[in-house]
C-alpha cells in the first residue's frame, strides 16, 4: 500500500495527490511515469511523474477524472492508501542525458495543453534548478481549468497563458501563441509538447512549419507498462514502438497521430458505460430488463 | 476395467465449459487415483523418472497413492517439485514423463500428471505444507521475477536458510501461471495462490510493483541493498508481431494482451474494472499453448473462434491435451494457412484477414517440414478480432541495465545449465529468461538448479 499524504483538487476535475513510493521518489527522472491502482479490483492506470521528492520518498500526481478509473480515484483523502503503484516507468526525458553546458546555449519551449501541464512542470523545474530558462505555454479551453501557474510561473523564464474562449490571459489555441511568439521575433530550437493527442498533433504541424524540432509524450492505453503487451503500440517514422518502454516521448514530426488516435479510442464504448455506472451508482442497471450487455 | 487404458478423468461437458471459465478437468477422486495408481508397474529402472525434468520420483510417490498414504507422496514429489499442483495441470506429460512409461508401449501410458495432480490437490486440501529450514544463515539472496523459475529458486534457497525476497515487476506474483495461463486451465485461487501462500511460509518475502533495471539495478540490489547473489527468472514476456499490414489496427492484440486483461485483470468476469474485447468473429494466429489459451478465452468470451496456423496439426506445438480440449469446444482450426495482411474498415477497425494457403516442403533445421505459399492461395477470413501468438522474446530491461551480464544472440541471458551461474559473479538466472519461451516444468528445474549453484557460491564464498 501506497500512502496518500496530500490530495487536492487543483481545479474542477483536476485532482493532485502527494504518495509514499520510496522505490519510486529514489529514482525517478522528468518524463517518467508510474502506474497506479487505487485498490484490489482497479484498473492499471498510467500517469506522469509530475513532481518527486527524494528525501521524503514522495512522488506527486496530477490527473484529471475522465471516466470511472479516475473520478473514483479524486475521491480519495489524504491518509487513504492506493493499492499499486509502480514506476518509474519509460525513459526520461532526453534533456536529462543532455550536458547542461549545451542546454544553456539552448532556447527551448514547452507547450503544455490542460492537464499536459502537469508533466511539463518537472522538465522546466529540473531546466530551471540548472539555470536554464526556458519558455512555457500553457493552454486551456477556459481560465479555470489552468492549473499550477504559480508552480509554472515560479521555473519558467517566459510564461504565456492562452484560453481557447479568451477567458485568461491570451485568447485562442497554443498553436496561435506558438505562431505569435515567432512572428514577434522568438527564436526556438526546440519545443516540446504534452497535452491532449489532438494538441500535440496541431503543435507539430504548427512547428513542421516553423521548422522547429518537437518532441511529444505520447498516452496510449497501457496495460503493464512494461514492454510485456504491445497494447501501447505506437507508429514512429514508419516503424512500430512500444509507447512504455521506447518512449512515452517520441519525435512529434514522426508519430502517426491519426492511428494514435484512433488506438486511443478502441475501448470507448464500454468506457463509457462504466462511467454511467460509475456516476449512477445502483441507479444504473437497475433491472428494467430493457437494455442489455452485449451490444 | 481395462489394464490397457487409462482411468478416464472425469471432465465439464465440452458444450457448457465453453461458456465458463471453471476448470475443464475435474480431476481423480481418491478412489480413481487408486486405481490408475495400479496400472503402474513399479519400474526398477524406471523410464519415467528420466523423462521428468525435474526427475520426480513416480514409481515412488505412485507406490505410496496405492498404499492409501498421500501425505508421503505429497513429500516424495516435493523433494523434487515445488509446484506439483501446477505442473501436474499443465506439464506436456505426453512428450515428458508419460511419454516414455513403460505402459505406453502397448496401451497408454500410466496418468502420472493426473496423479501427481491428485496428490498435490489433496495435500492443498489438507493444508499440509513443505518442510522449511530449521534455521536461518544470516545470507541474504534477491529474486527477480514471480514465476516458476523464481518461486522455485527462492523455495529451496529459504529451505536451506537464505534469507529471500522476490522483486516481482507487477501488482501479483505468479508470473506466466497468473497473468498467461487462464482460470479454466489453471484455478489462480485454489492453486496458484496457494502455491506461492506455500512459497511464503517458508519464510520467502515477495515484494510486488519493483520493475528491477528501472526502480532499482541487480548491482544497487547487491551493493547498496545488501544482497549476496541475485537471481533472475525474469521470463520471456515480450510479445513478437508479424510485420504485416494493418497490424496496428483496432481490433488486433497480442495473446499477452488479451490473456493478461482476462487472466491478471479478470475482464472476463462481470463488473472489472479493465474492459476486454469481446470479438464476434476472431481470428487467433499461432499454434502454440498460448494460442490455445487465447481461443479459449475468446470463445468463452462468446466469439466465433478460428485459430489460424501456417502448418499442420502434426507440428502444432500445443499440449496434444490442449489441443483435444480446443476442438471438443468448437474452436475452428484453420491449418497451413498464414495471414499476410489484416483488412480494415474505414473507421480503422479490424474487418478481415487476407491469408494464403500453404503446404508442406522439405524438412528445415528444426527437422519439421517448411510450409510454402501456394501459389494464388489468397483468401479472406472476415473477423473483427485478430489475437497474434507468435512467441515472445526475453525483455531487456535488465541485461541492458547491468554491467557484465552477458546475453545471445536472442536477448537470451547466458547462464549454464547446472548452476544458472552467468557471466556476472554472484548472479544467476533461469527460466525462460534463459531459455527462451519453454515450459514450467523446465523453469522450475533452472530454479532448482540455480538454487543449488548459489548455495554452493555463498557456501564457499
Ligand atoms: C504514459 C501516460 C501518462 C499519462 N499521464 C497522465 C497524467 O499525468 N494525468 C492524467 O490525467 N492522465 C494521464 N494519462 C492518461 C490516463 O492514464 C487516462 O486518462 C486514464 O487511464 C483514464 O482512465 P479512466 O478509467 O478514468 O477513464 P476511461 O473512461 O477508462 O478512459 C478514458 C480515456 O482514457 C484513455 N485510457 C483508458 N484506459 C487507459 C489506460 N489503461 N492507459 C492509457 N490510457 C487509457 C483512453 O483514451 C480512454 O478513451 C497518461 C497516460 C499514459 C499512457
Ligand atoms: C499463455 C501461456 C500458456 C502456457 N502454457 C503452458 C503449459 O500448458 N505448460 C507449460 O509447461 N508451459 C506453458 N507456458 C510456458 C510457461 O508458462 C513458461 O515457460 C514459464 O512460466 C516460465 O517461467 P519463468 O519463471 O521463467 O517466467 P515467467 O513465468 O514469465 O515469470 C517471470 C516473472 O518475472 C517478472 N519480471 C519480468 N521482468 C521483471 C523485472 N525487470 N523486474 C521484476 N520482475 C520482472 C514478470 O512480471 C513475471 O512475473 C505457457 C505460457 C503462456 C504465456
Ligand atoms: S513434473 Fe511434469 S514431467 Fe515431471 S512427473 Fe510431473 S507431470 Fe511429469
Ligand atoms: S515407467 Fe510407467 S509403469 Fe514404469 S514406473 Fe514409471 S509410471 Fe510406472
Ligand atoms: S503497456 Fe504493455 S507493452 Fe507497453
Ligand atoms: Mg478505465
Known sequence: MYKILEARELTTNIYLMEVEARRVAKRCQPGQFVIVRMDAEGERIPLTICDYNREKGTVTIVFQTVGAGTKKMGELKAGDSLHDFVGPLGCPSELVDEPVEELKEKSILFVAGGVGTAPVYPQVKWLQKRGVNADVIVGAKTKDLIILEEEMEAVAGNLYITTDDGSYGRSGMVTQTIKDLVEEGKHYDVCIAIGPMIMMKFVCKMTEELGIPTVVSLNPIMVDGTGMCGACRVTVGGEVKFACVDGPEFDGHKVDFDQAMKRQQLYQTMEGRALLKEQEGTTHHGGCGNCTDNN | ?461
Not at chain 2, 523455495?155 to 508470473?175: M, P, S
Not at chain 2, 492484440?253 to 470479438?279: C, D, H, V, W
Not at chain 2, 507468435?390 to 541485461?399: A, E, H
Request: net charge negative.
Open chain 2, 1 to 461: 476395467m481395462d489394464v490397457l487404458k487409462k482411468v478416464p478423468v472425469r471432465e465439464q461437458d465440452a458444450k457448457v465449459r465453453a461458456t465458463n471459465f471453471e476448470e475443464v478437468c475435474f480431476g481423480y477422486n481418491e478412489e480413481e487415483a487408486r486405481e490408475e495408481a495400479e496400472r503402474c508397474i513399479n519400474c526398477k529402472n524406471a523410464r519415467c523418472i528420466v523423462g521428468c525434468p525435474v526427475s520426480i520420483n513416480i514409481p515412488a510417490f505412485i507406490e505410496k497413492v496405492k498404499e492409501g498414504d498421500v501425505e508421503a507422496a505429497y513429500h516424495i514429489i516435493n523433494e523434487s517439485s515445488s509446484l506439483p499442483a501446477v505442473c501436474g495441470r499443465v506439464c506436456p506429460q505426453e512428450s515428458q514423463c508419460e511419454g516414455v512409461c513403460i505402459r505406453g508401449i502397448k496401451g497408454e501410458p500410466v496418468s502420472i500428471g493426473k496423479l501427481e495432480r491428485f496428490v498435490a490437490d489433496w495435500a492443498c486440501e489438507k493444508d499440509v505444507k513443505p518442510e522449511g529450514a530449521k534455521e536461518k544463515n544470516g545470507k541474504r539472496v534477491a529474486v527477480v521475477g514471480s514465476g516458476p523459475a523464481g518461486l522455485t529458486c527462492a523455495g529451496d534457497l529459504a529451505k536451506l536458510g537464505y534469507d529471500v525476497t522476490i522483486f516481482e515487476a507487477l501488482h501479483e506474483a505468479g508470473g506466466v501461471l497468473v497473468y498467461g495461463i487462464p482460470e479454466f486451465r489453471l484455478p489462480k485461487e485454489k492453486v496458484v495462490a496457494k502455491e506461492i501462500e506455500n512459497v511464503r511460509s517458508l519464510g520467502v518475502k515477495i515484494e510486488t510493483n519493483v520493475v528491477v533495471g528501472k526502480a532499482v539495478t541487480i548491482d544497487e540490489l547487491m551493493d547498496e541493498e545488501g544482497f549476496d547473489a541475485v537471481f533472475i527468472g525474469s521470463g520471456a514476456g515480450l510479445p513478437k508481431f508479424m510485420g504485416i499490414p494493418g497490424e496496428q489496427a483496432n481490433g488486433v492484440f497480442s495473446a499477452n494482451e488479451y490473456l493478461t486483461r482476462s487472466n491478471l485483470m479478470k475482464a472476463f468476469q462481470e463488473g472489472s474494472t479493465t474492459p476486454i474485447m469481446k470479438g464476434n468473429k476472431v481470428a487467433v494466429v499461432g499454434g502454440g499453448n498460448v494460442a490455445m489459451d487465447a481461443a479459449r478465452t475468446a470463445l468463452r468470451l462468446g466469439a466465433e473462434v478460428h485459430v489460424v496456423y501456417r502448418r499442420s496439426e502434426e507440428e502444432l506445438p500445443a499440449r496434444v491435451e490442449e489441443v483435444h480440449h480446443a476442438k471438443e469446444e468448437g474452436i475452428i482450426f484453420d491449418l497451413l494457412t498464414n495471414p499476410v495482411e489484416i483488412l480494415t474498415n474505414e473507421k480503422g477497425w479490424v474487418s478481415g484477414i487476407k491469408c494464403v494457403k500453404m503446404e508442406l516442403g522439405a524438412p528445415d533445421e528444426s527437422g519439421r517440414r517448411r510450409p510454402v505459399v501456394k501459389p494464388d492461395s489468397e483468401f479472406v477470413i472476415e473477423v473483427d478480432t485478430v489475437i497474434m501468438s507468435l512467441g515472445t522474446s526475453p525483455n531487456p530491461l535488465i541485461s541492458s541495465t547491468t554491467e557484465g551480464l552477458e546475453t545471445n544472440k536472442w536477448k537470451c541471458i547466458i547462464a549454464d545449465e547446472n548452476s544458472g551461474k552467468t557471466t556476472k559473479e554472484g548472479v544467476y538466472a533461469g527460466g525462460d529468461a534463459v531459455t527462451g519461451a519453454a515450459t514450467v516444468i523446465l523453469a522450475m528445474g533452472a530454479g532448482k538448479a540455480a538454487a543449488k549453484g548459489i548455495d554452493e557460491y555463498l557456501t564457499n564464498k
